[in-house]
């Protein structure tokens, strides 16, 4: 079985100061209780495995006494081993959350209800309900993340010069203004975010209407040309007609 190990406890004022033998033995329970942070206390067995004698034992959970809740038996909770091991938020749905879920309510009554438990089965989110909160989260982090600041018009002209060196800054500046006096609003109404995208959208939509004239003014020539070739035809076939008919 594989565990984190929370490397900054060795920066932690309380676990700096404690004796070698208490951390040595908050070190094995971490690593010995099951899924949910409880351990069975076996005097015998942890003073064989950490070649510790009982005495320094119980000297050492003294000392660890504010880390750790006790049926008053031989069972013993680790308050802060799921905050460690990063299986908090408990998720009722969860496989892995299940299971550490039902260990806890098992322990409950034999802990005496005891509140670091309860604290724990209370907090319990339904899946559901946690995914809904993650995209929220999601969301509202990124709006928050995206805070727009106005450009000056001189970044503004030099940008906008970079991608299209040909635009005259008249028609810079006419834009410029315009996106000041809306209060740099799309003409959806949606916040801008990104000048220089605003800048590279209205290139091209520049360009767009270039084409579109350019082709409009083919087509009204060539309209025009085979309109006045028409008129003409017709006139050559008229007149033929009449010098047949004479």
């Known amino acids: 079985m594989k565990r984190l190990v929370e490397t900054d406890r060795w920066k932690d004022s309380f676990f700096v100061e404690l004796h070698p033998n208490a951390k040595l033995l908050l070190s094995y329970m971490y690593d010995n209780c099951n899924e949910a942070g409880f351990i069975d206390l076996n005097w015998v067995i942890w003073s064989s495995q950490l070649n510790m004698q009982q005495e320094f034992i119980k000297t050492s959970l003294i000392a660890l006494s504010s880390l750790l809740v006790s049926d008053k038996k031989k069972k013993l909770f680790i308050k802060d081993f799921l905050k460690h091991q990063r299986k908090l938020p408990l998720i009722k749905g969860n496989e892995e959350s299940d299971l550490i879920i039902e260990k806890l309510q098992s322990n409950l009554k034999k802990f005496n209800d005891a509140p670091e438990i309860l604290e724990l089965l209370n907090s319990v989110k339904v899946k559901v309900e946690f995914e809904e909160e993650k995209v929220k989260?999601?969301?509202?982090?990124?709006?928050?993340?995206?805070?727009?600041?106005?450009?000056?018009?001189?970044?503004?002209?030099?940008?906008?010069?970079?991608?299209?060196?040909?635009?005259?800054?008249?028609?810079?500046?006419?834009?410029?203004?315009h996106y000041v006096g809306v209060g740099w609003v799309t003409k959806g109404g949606t916040p801008v975010k990104d000048y220089q995208a605003t800048i590279r959208n209205a290139i091209r939509r520049a360009?767009?209407?270039?084409?579109?004239?350019?082709?409009?003014?083919?087509?009204s020539k060539s309209f025009g040309k085979e309109k006045k070739q028409s008129r003409t035809d017709i006139t050559f076939s008229l007149a033929d007609s009449m010098k047949k008919e004479n």
């Open 207 to 219: 360009e767009k209407n270039e084409i579109s004239k350019a082709k409009q003014e083919y087509v």
């Open 137 to 177: 989260s999601v969301k509202k982090n990124r709006t928050q993340s995206v805070k727009f600041t106005p450009p000056s018009y001189e970044d503004f002209e030099a940008y906008y010069l970079s991608e299209s060196p040909d635009t005259g800054t008249e028609n810079i500046k006419e834009l410029f203004d």
